[in-house]
């Protein structure tokens, strides 16, 4: 399974972005996805989540009701839809998946894609 992410750029504070995860090699319907980023001498946090279905979501804390996580099992691709970004929101962002046979989402994930780059100008 690879993934692909793609969408980061460089965006003043208040402003939006959309990323873009595209799986390939596996049964994209079979895989819960997840967001996470990485900023420079933090730990990795988790962003976003989805099911295999997309059924259901979750956030991070710092996220919630900025962030929606959506996919399109049809175009194999998982969407993190960015608004009302801030500084520190600034960070590397990279999607991963696991193979799931439940409904809800996963914590743990066997695939990472190689990151993109966010940068919230203040």
């Known amino acids: 399974v690879q993934l692909q992410a793609s969408g980061g750029g460089l965006v003043q504070a208040g402003g939006s972005l959309r990323l873009s995860c595209a799986v390939s090699?596996?049964?994209?319907?079979?895989?819960?996805v997840g967001w996470f980023r990485q900023a420079p001498g933090l730990e990795r946090e988790l962003v976003a989540r989805?099911?295999?279905?997309?059924?259901?979501?979750d956030y991070g804390d710092s996220v919630k009701g900025r962030f929606t996580i959506s996919r399109d099992n049809a175009k194999k691709t998982v969407y993190l839809h960015m608004n009302s970004l801030k500084p520190e929101d600034t960070a590397v962002y990279y999607c991963a998946a696991r193979y799931s046979s439940s409904v809800y989402t996963v914590s743990e994930y066997d695939y990472w894609g190689q990151g993109t780059q966010v940068t919230v100008s203040s």
């Open positions: 090699g596996g049964t994209f319907s079979s895989y819960a």
């Open positions: 989805t099911s295999r279905s997309g059924g259901s979501t």
